[in-house]
Structure formats: structure tokens, C-alpha cells
């Protein structure tokens, strides 16, 4: 069994994910998160908000916006246009399949980003069959990914399923920031669930149809001198394979000095530089420290962003996309100002009013009558969609009307005009991350095999539970010492109780979801009220009085040695 | 002003919630939550965690599941049949509306629960027309709300979005309970989006085409004698509107001590009267103490229920239900099992084995071979599809078949056999909050006014920040040293830090958003290290030194006497 076929075993039998539905057969796409996976995964969430949203509280704010959106949205965004996969249907058995991955699979190249006629004409070529039946394939076509909806009861007033939460802060970008600092930068988080109606999912927590995503659209001024604050990430090196090396068919990363990326312009834009650093330390607070960034070349990016990165988690064979990193620049929020008709603008005031010089342009109507009446008539028509700037400009070249120097019929003057600012439209980098893939990898990455048994070596933050209480033996007066212990321990852990089976088997129990410690009581106990801690990793096992266990635990999880906390005894379990 | 209007009013602009998709004028029943929404309902969200699974730790856990549902699900769960709302549509205009909604307006009559030829007969009695253009109305006609939807690339593979989390425990149960502790009682909890596609929904938060449920499916058996811990209650009066006085016309609720509603049998299970005691004092953990339980007649409750009550929040002239508590019983596990064809019932073994007597049937075939062949077949085909229990009942009254004794044809034994439990279905009862309600009527009652201006008396715990931290003035020292204060309280506190405008109106920034404590740095600050306090909802200020202010921020959070913990100063702010 390949390590991947053990986690989703694994996960199965201990509730921390399996497919939804299975009594009706499951579908795909749609997973369940079982009890120890919530408690995972919302650790995880926290984990990510600390990063992301708490470490930023200075500029960066969550909210919460629906799943379901009109079909209005989504069309200003561009999904309705784009958001499509290539697929192409078998004309004899009509199973419909992933025309690119069918590509990938039977003539061996890189299908991303071909259209549906470069597709086919491979398909063609190759003579590529239907792998279930060998019949005769279709033509390309799109298959666009949105779930969609009706809203209300008057059938044709169409609604997707958002394929990703972005859209709910472009569209209510003005109203957070008249609501919070009304300044630039400002990001703003979601983390929510979205749909996308995958042809064939298949690959577990990877590719689903419905999940949650983790994301800031972060909103800033191109132009502005203001730097994203690169000293709260300490000297940081990052890995990226970049989209010029790809193109040489180096597949390799190569590490950058985080400041050096900036510098050299490996990623276009400072503040995505900046959130790639902190994907970094996120990820890397996961438990996973093998990671890279991927550029993506212009046909492998999405509709709306100037440069993206992948980035990707390597644990094992495996290489896994864990987030992404979109340049959206001025993209959503023009869209939505051209099809909402609103202004989007923000207000830009600079340090001080600047001066700027105005020209106006005088016509001299007296000597244009004198030209006659057809031809004062033709030169207004001619000035009147000119800017000011314009027939300045072509007074400065001597340019001619009919024949004659503009100059003669035309003054130009100039004055000055304080400006204390102007409307932009902001700029928007975007770090993504799905939820659920985070969870796997982060479980996988844990699962570690000792002795034949599995020990779900989760870091601390993260285990689903932060003790185990047990007693020995299931004894009346052992099982309420037990339960006494937990009392005491609950104030402040999450702890797990557990008094059916043999110790041995509960330990393994624990073990497989990951719990640091387990704290057992036995006959010893009830004589000197003293307990035994086990660790998860070593399975050592020392002995401290009650009275010191919620100082001692303190002081395991700020990371104390297990050893010098307490008697350290054998144990043959 | 009404209330209402000005707490939406205030939610607009200090980004607590707002409607959705505004710039492209809104779409009826989406809300986006905004920061200091989330704040506040992300709390609330925590809090119910606190009551209903930290607290029963023991025997409930949380899962989630996705809110794609397939057809099959929904279908099984009578939702497909049953959640409907009766429309009616203007044959003029053409404009849909609720026809009970309609009735109960304009006949001024408790419509809830008719059916569409009741109510279609009474639009006609009254003559009641299209209160849009007068117009002549349709007939009534019941429409599901249902988000339907189509999962993966073939047509006709019909999918909704769930009206309710509850459909994800119930298909995944027995996952759960073989994952978990293969003991009942088991609580399932889930904190997730729903969709119900409203026809015209108007109240603001309180009635959402999307929005988070907080519920738990709880499986228990109906037979066992584990008892609810009403000991983790304490002596709890809960007031409740029972069906048969709301059938006398009475409309206030009485009060009952929650033991009293069991041994009465005013709630008919114990475990749902339990949940009703944890939902009084989650509800009133958000501050609203004036609740009331209203029990819902027969044709006023879901398809499911056997009983249901719901939760009346009152405040000022409002009532609103903010949470449902349902005895499904068996319904849905009943349900799924016939739909799916998979036994998602319990083991439940017996204290100790229960000796049963079972009876055998012998066939006498040589005496039925002389009654000839065709007798032999008709007689075993009689008695096949026949329990050894029907056939020896059959004897006893001396039923003949053909004309002949049944009896001389078998032979009835029986024989004594040790059963050492049974398979069982687990009844359920559900508590289920709605959690931008809670949010909404926990805003509505800390709404105050004072002196003409907004104070939103939060609990403390339900506040989006604990303390703001503000320089007195805009001077560079005065910024600097508020900084300092404010990253040595964030490691602790959530914390909002402000320096632009009057120190007037900042106060009144934080009083209109609930944050409990402000912090001020002013020029004494520089002299003797000390800053101001201030209360939110006294307004009063006392001085401290920086270096006691986490100590007596701590004692504040606690509820120690503001004036007792610092120098209390006279201010005219």
C-alpha cells in the first residue's frame, strides 16, 4: 500500500475524512470531515487567520459574503466566460471526459492551457479512443465549471455557486473600506466554502467539488511609497522555479533571499513577494518545510492575473499545489465599475496639494467669420473633441486646418490649479489556500509508521486533542480518579477520555490521531497520587505527582524536555 | 426611527453586516457580514461551541459535510416532497407572492400550515387581489425551496444545495458512531451554510436565502435508562408556551422548572427538554434574558417532528424565533435505510443475556406425501412465507388449510435461546440555531442610546475587539508610546488601535462597534507612565500604570469594580 492509500485508511477508520454520501453510493468530489478532522482542520483555520489576518491586524480584516451569486457577478468577473475546462464525450458509451488530462495521459505532453481545437486536432493525430469502450471521441468543447442556481421563484433569474470567495470582497471592496480605515493598503480575508463542478474528480481532498478556501484580496496603490513591512518575516529564503527556467525545461527550484525576489523582480509586485513569505512560514508551521513557488507561464494563469504562482508541497513522491498567488492588479474592480455602472475609485490625497498647469484654448471666433461662415462652422467641429492639450499640441507643430496655421484662429494660456489628489482604482494580489488540501497534507505529511504501528506525529498546535486521560484498568476507583484528572485537565486542554479496551490498544488509538500525551492513571496513584505522562513520538513515559501535571503539561507544550519533567520509568506496554 | 431601522443603519456603517451585491443593487435575503460582523459572530459561533459540544465533550462531537446534496438524500428526507411554501402568482403583473402571507395580511387570520386549496378559497372569499396592481391572483400553487442545481457534466443528475446541515449527520451516522465511541447517546454536531430559497424575503437577517446553521443531530435510545445530566444545568425555570393553551387562546408562555417539564411530560423526551435547558442559557449568555419556548401545533411543524418548540427571543415589541428544537425520532435514520437499502442500526447489547423462547416448525412431509403431490406443493408454498410464530398461532386456533387440520400436517417445538442485545434505531432530537439571528438580535438588544449617542452594550466576551488603545493626540511621541502599549496588550487581547480624528469621536467609534475598554495615551503618559481607562458603558476613566494595565485589564475581564482599580479621574471629554 503506497502512503497516500494508508492516510485515506487511516482517515476512514479514525473520522477524519471519508467520502459523503457512501450509503447512497458517495459523490464524487464531496467529502465529509469527521469529528478528529474538524478539530484538525479548524486548528488549521486558526493557524492560517494568525498568519494571515491577526500578525496583520493593522491593514487586514475578515468578512463573510454569500456562496450564492448572481449571474451578473460572475459574468463582470469573467467566469461565465472562462472559468471552462476542455472536455469531449465518447459517441458510443457518452462518458465524458477531461479533454486535456485524456491528452496528457495517452500522447504524453503538457495539455495546459491548449484550446479545444488544439485538442482536438491531437486527439485526431494521435488517434486517441475512448479509454472505457474505444469508441470514436467527440469534438472538443468547454464545459464552464460553475454550479448553477435559480434565485427566487421566477424561473430565468440565474445564480452560481461562487468558484472561489474573491468576488465577494471586490463587490463589497467600497463599503469595507468606508467601514474600516478608509486607507490604503487594506486587505480583507474570507474564509468560506465554494463549488466548482468538476468533470471527474478523483484525487480525494485534492480535487474536489465543493471545499473551503482561505483567502485575502489585498487592495493597495501601486504607486504608493508605501513598503509592505518585510522586517516582521526575519531573513527569509524562498524556493521558486521560475516561468523562464520552466520555458529551458529546468524543473528544479532555486532559492531566493526573500529581499533579492523583490529586487530582482522574480515576482512582479513587492506585496505579493511579501505574502508569499508568509505562505511560507504558514506552511511551513504545518509541519511541512519541502515547499516551492511555480510561476505559471501566461497560458497555464488564470483570465485575471498578470503573474501567478503555485505554491507547491513536496512530501514523499508527491507534489502538491497548497495555494496560489495571484497579480489580479486593477482586473475585478474594473470589471465591476464597467458593469455595475459604480465608481470603485479611491480617493487619493497626496502629502500636499501639487501644482499642476492647466492650458485653455481661446477661439478667436472674429477672424473665423471672416473665413466665411462654412468654414467657422467646420473648425469648431474640428476643436470640439480635442482636448486643450491636444490643439496646444498641434499649434506647437504648426499643424494647418484647410490650409491655414491653426494658430491664427486659436490663443492658448495657461494657468496653474492646486490638486490635493486623485481617484485610483487599487491593485489586488491574492494569497489562496484550500482548506482541505492543507488538512491532507498536513495529515500526511504527520503519518509516520513505528514498529508497525502508525503514529500521527501532528506538531502540537495542531493535534486534535492536546491529552489523553485514561485509567490503567477499568476499576471503579481507578476510572473516577480518571475522571477527576480529566476535570482538572479540561479547564485549560482539550482532552480526550477513554476507559474500554486494553491500555496498549488505547494508546493506539491515540497515536493515530495524533494526541501528544497521555496521562494514566493506575493502582500507584491511589497511594501517592501520582500519574504517568506518555509521549506520543517516543512512547517514553515519565511519572509526576497531580498536583504538578497542569505545570508540567505547560511545559511540555512549550517544549521542555519530556525526560527532565518528571521520573522517567520503563515501560513495557 | 424604529429600533430596528437604526441598528441596520449602524450595522451598514460601522461594517457589521449589509446587504450583499449592493453595487449591483442586491440580490433579496444574501447579507455580507463584514469585520466587525465577523468578529462578533465568530464569537457567538465559539460560545455555542462552549455549550453544546466543549461542555458535553463526553458524548458529542462535530463534523461537516458538503451543502451540495444529491437528489436521492433530499428526496429520502421528504424535502422533495415537503418543503414547499404556497405561491401565488398575479395573472396582471405577474408578480409571486406567499399566499399565506398574503391571507394572514389581509384576512388577518393564523394561516401557517394551510393547505393550497384552504388558502385559494379563502383569496377568494375575501376577494383579496394583487396588492401591487390589484390585479386579479392565480391560483395558489406550492413552490419547493430548493436551490437546485446539476452535479458533474450530465444532464439530469440533479443536485440542491441542503435546507439544513442535519441530512449530512444522519447519511454519515453510522461512520460517525463506528469512528467515535460505538456507544449512544451521540450528539453530532455541525456549524454550516444552508440555502432555502425564499420567495420574498424582507427581514433582514432574520429571513435569508443563505445562512449558517448551528444544530445537533442527537441519537439516543429511547428505551435506555442513561438519563440527561441535568446536574450541569443547576435549578433551571424555563417559560414555555404549550400547544393546548395556545389552542385556549392563551398567549403567554408559563414558567416551569425544567423537572417539571419532564415528569409532566411537557417536553415528551427528556433529552429534548435537556438541549431546551442548554439553549436558555446559551441565549442568555448573549445577553438576551426576556425567552420564551413556544410549542408548535401539529400542522405547524416540519414533516419530521413529533414535537417541536422554538425558541422566542423578545425584545422591545419583537418577537423572533432563534432557535428550533424538533423530536425527529426515527424519521430520518428510518428513512435512509429504506432509500439506500443500507442497516444504519445499532447494536444494542443487553446488560446481561436475555434468555428467549423460540419456536421451530417440522413439516410432517410423509404424511402430506399421501395426500398427494399437488397438496405436498400447495401446502409448502403455504406455510414458506410464513414465521414459525404466525404458523404456531395458526395451530393454536385450529385454522385449517384444503379443508384439512393445519396441525396434523406439522409439529411445533420449542426451544429456549440466549440473545445478548438487539439491532435498533436511535431516535433523534435536534437543537438548531440560526447564527446570523443570534448575531442580529444580540446587536438589536446591546443596541443603546445615551446622551444621543450609540453604545453597543456587548457582553464583554461577545465584543470584537477588548480594548482600543488611542493616542490623546496626533503628536509623534504620543503615537509612538501608543504603539508600544498596543503591541504589549495584542499578545493577550484582541485590540484595535486608532489615531485619526478627535479623541471625542474615536470613543465614539468604539462605543457604537461594543469594545469594552479604552486605553489613552496622553502627554502625563510621558511624564509618569501611567494612561487613562475608559469604560465603555459608564464612560467613567481611571489612570493606571502601563505597568498594571494588563493586571488590571485581566481583573476588569472578571468583572472587578471599575473605580477600585485605578485612580479615577474627572474628565470632559
Redesign the interface.
Known amino acids: 500500500m503506497d502512503i497516500q492509500t494508508k492516510v485515506v485508511e487511516l482517515a476512514?477508520?479514525?473520522?477524519i475524512f471519508?467520502p459523503?454520501?457512501?450509503?447512497?453510493g458517495g459523490?464524487?468530489g464531496?467529502?465529509?470531515?469527521?469529528?478528529?478532522?474538524?478539530?484538525i482542520?479548524n486548528k488549521i483555520v486558526d493557524l492560517w487567520r494568525k498568519f494571515f489576518i491577526k500578525d496583520h491586524?493593522?491593514f487586514v480584516?475578515?468578512?463573510?459574503?454569500?456562496?450564492?451569486?448572481?449571474y451578473?457577478?460572475l459574468e463582470a468577473s469573467g467566469h461565465v466566460e472562462n472559468f471552462t475546462d476542455p472536455?469531449v464525450e465518447c459517441t458510443k458509451c457518452h462518458n465524458?471526459y477531461r479533454a486535456d488530462h485524456l491528452v496528457e495521459e495517452f500522447a504524453k505532453i503538457n495539455a495546459e492551457g491548449l484550446s479545444p481545437s488544439e485538442l482536438d486536432k491531437i486527439i485526431r493525430e494521435k488517434g486517441i479512443k475512448c479509454p472505457k469502450c474505444g469508441g470514436e471521441l467527440g469534438e472538443v468543447r468547454l464545459?464552464n465549471l460553475l454550479?448553477?442556481?435559480?434565485?427566487?421563484?421566477?424561473s430565468g433569474n440565474k445564480?452560481f455557486?461562487r468558484p472561489e470567495t474573491a468576488q465577494?470582497m471586490f463587490?463589497?471592496f467600497?463599503?469595507?473600506f468606508e467601514?474600516?480605515r478608509q486607507k490604503l493598503p487594506l486587505g480583507i480575508a474570507q474564509v468560506?466554502?465554494v463549488?466548482r463542478?468538476?468533470?471527474?474528480p478523483r484525487q480525494g481532498l485534492i480535487r474536489m467539488?465543493?471545499f473551503t478556501i482561505m483567502e485575502i484580496e489585498f487592495f493597495f496603490d501601486p504607486e504608493s511609497n508605501i513598503e509592505p513591512p518585510f522586517e516582521r518575516l526575519g531573513n527569509l529564503t524562498v524556493n521558486i522555479l521560475r516561468g523562464e527556467d520552466k520555458v529551458k525545461g529546468i524543473g528544479r527550484p532555486t532559492s531566493y533571499k526573500l529581499d533579492e525576489v523583490v529586487k530582482e523582480k522574480i515576482v512582479i509586485n513587492p506585496w505579493m513577494a511579501y505574502w508569499i513569505g508568509v505562505a511560507t512560514k504558514f506552511v511551513n508551521a504545518l509541519g511541512i518545510s519541502n515547499i516551492y513557488f511555480e510561476e505559471k507561464l501566461p497560458h497555464e494563469r488564470a483570465h485575471y492575473s498578470k503573474q501567478t504562482f503555485d505554491q507547491i508541497a513536496v512530501i514523499g513522491d508527491e507534489k502538491v499545489e497548497i495555494s496560489g498567488h495571484a497579480y489580479r492588479s486593477d482586473y475585478d474592480l474594473s470589471r465591476?465599475m464597467k458593469?455595475?455602472g459604480?465608481d470603485?475609485t479611491v480617493f487619493k490625497k497626496y502629502d500636499s496639494p501639487k501644482v499642476v498647469k492647466k492650458k485653455s484654448v481661446i477661439i478667436k471666433k472674429d477672424l473665423l467669420v471672416k473665413e466665411g461662415k462654412d468654414f467657422l462652422k467646420d473648425f469648431v467641429q474640428f476643436v470640439q473633441n480635442k482636448s486643450s492639450d491636444e490643439i496646444a499640441e498641434m499649434v506647437k507643430r504648426g499643424e494647418k486646418f484647410n490650409g491655414k496655421d491653426i494658430s491664427l484662429y486659436v490663443e492658448i494660456t495657461e494657468r496653474e490649479e492646486k490638486v490635493s489628489g486623485e481617484h485610483i482604482i487599487p491593485h489586488v494580489v491574492e494569497p489562496s489556500f484550500g482548506v482541505e488540501r492543507c488538512l491532507y497534507l498536513t495529515v500526511l505529511n504527520a503519518y509516520k509508521e513505528k514498529e508497525g504501528r502508525i503514529v500521527l506525529a501532528l506538531p502540537k498546535y495542531l493535534a486534535p486533542y492536546d491529552v489523553a486521560v485514561f485509567p490503567l484498568l477499568e476499576k471503579e476507583e481507578l476510572i473516577k480518579k480518571a475522571k477527576e484528572v480529566y476535570d482538572m485537565l479540561?479547564e485549560k486542554y482539550d482532552?480526550?477520555?477513554d476507559d474500554s479496551g486494553s491500555i496498549g490498544k488505547r494508546y493506539a488509538r491515540v497515536d493515530e490521531i495524533g494526541v501528544p500525551y497521555s496521562v494514566t492513571v493506575d493502582p500507584m496513584t491511589l497511594s501517592d497520587s501520582t500519574v504517568t505522562i506518555r509521549d506520543r513520538d517516543t512512547w517514553g513515559q515519565i511519572r509526576v505527582k497531580i498536583e504538578d501535571l497542569m505545570v508540567v503539561l505547560d511545559k511540555l507544550f512549550k517544549g521542555e524536555d519530556f525526560n527532565k519533567l518528571g521520573k522517567v520509568i520503563n515501560n513495557n506496554e
Open positions: 476512514r477508520r479514525r473520522g471519508w459523503s454520501y457512501e450509503i447512497y459523490v464524487g464531496l467529502y465529509d470531515i469527521g469529528p478528529v478532522g474538524v478539530k482542520k491586524s493593522d480584516v475578515e468578512i463573510e459574503t454569500p456562496i450564492i451569486t448572481p451578473k457577478v472536455i465524458v464545459f454550479f448553477e442556481t435559480n434565485i427566487g421563484p421566477y445564480g455557486l465577494g463587490t463589497s467600497k463599503r469595507v467601514a474600516y468560506g466554502r463549488g463542478n468538476e468533470i471527474s467539488r465543493e465591476h458593469y455595475s459604480q470603485l479540561k482532552v480526550i477520555y
